[in-house]
């Protein structure tokens, strides 16, 4: 069973509308989650990082939520501009035993906002 | 430096060469992690490195993959006798510890031809 899920995987919206990203998880003892914005063929540009402890996080228009009872993760972007069409993603770090840790991601949500 | 730099940016390579791809982590990040994404996916885990060494290599596909970090900065993944399944966008991040989050590079896009 995918860790992560993102749903929905595309989405395309008009120009100054808002919308949320939905990010859920199987880990309920996570340390943290993260989401990134990719534009094609980049890298991971950082967004926001909420704690375990937190319930949102806010960057301008950006606002993302953790509830890690029910493993959900929410990415609200509010007034959308056509610079913000990108794939999202959201991941949290793994810990194993002998200090190891991965980020365990999601496949992401290809955001379109049209003009 | 400012940010985590990956060089070279694209490579194209023919089938059955060796490549090298460098990392260059954030200044004081002493972890340091590779990923391999393929198209529509989500990055996959390759290997960690906390300090010089390798604490977790279990995402390494097979023995053709190898990773260094001499001196606890600059890392090197090295891919010997490539595929055309290879082929793929390679990113390293690096970070301070996991209450900071990571810092992924721009990437290094490999096509094996």
């Known amino acids: 069973k995918q860790e992560v899920t993102q749903i929905p995987a595309a989405l395309s919206v008009p120009e100054g509308e808002n919308l949320v990203l939905n990010c859920s998880f199987t880990?309920?003892?996570?340390?943290?989650l993260q989401w990134f914005r990719q534009d094609p063929g980049k890298g991971l540009t950082s967004l926001l990082l909420i704690q375990s402890s937190q319930r949102e996080q806010t960057s301008g228009r950006l606002n993302a939520s953790l509830d890690k009872s029910s493993g959900r993760s929410t990415l609200y972007i509010a007034a959308s501009q056509p610079g913000d069409s990108a794939t999202y993603l959201c991941?949290?770090?793994?810990?194993?035993?002998?200090?190891?840790?991965?980020?365990?991601f999601g496949k992401g949500t290809k955001l379109t906002v049209n003009p | 430096g400012a940010g985590v730099s990956q060089t070279p940016s694209n490579k194209v390579t023919e089938k059955g060469k060796y490549v090298e791809l460098r990392c260059d982590p954030i200044?004081?990040?002493?972890?340091l992690y590779w990923y391999r994404q393929s198209l529509g996916q989500g990055p996959e885990f390759l290997i960690y490195?906390?300090?010089?060494?390798?604490?977790?290599d279990s995402g390494l596909p097979n023995d053709r993959f190898f990773a260094v970090r001499p001196e606890g900065s600059v890392s090197t993944l090295k891919i010997q006798r490539t595929e055309r399944g290879d082929s793929a966008v390679y990113l390293c991040?690096?970070?301070?510890?996991?209450?900071?989050?990571?810092?992924f590079g721009s990437g290094t896009r490999l096509t094996v031809v």
């Open positions: 991941a949290y770090p793994r810990f194993h035993q002998g200090g190891s840790e991965k980020l365990v």
């Open positions: 991040a690096s970070s301070r510890g996991p209450n900071y989050g990571y810092t």
């Open positions: 880990d309920s003892a996570i340390y943290n």
């Open positions: 490195f906390q300090g010089t060494g390798a604490a977790d």
């Open positions: 200044s004081g990040h002493t972890a």
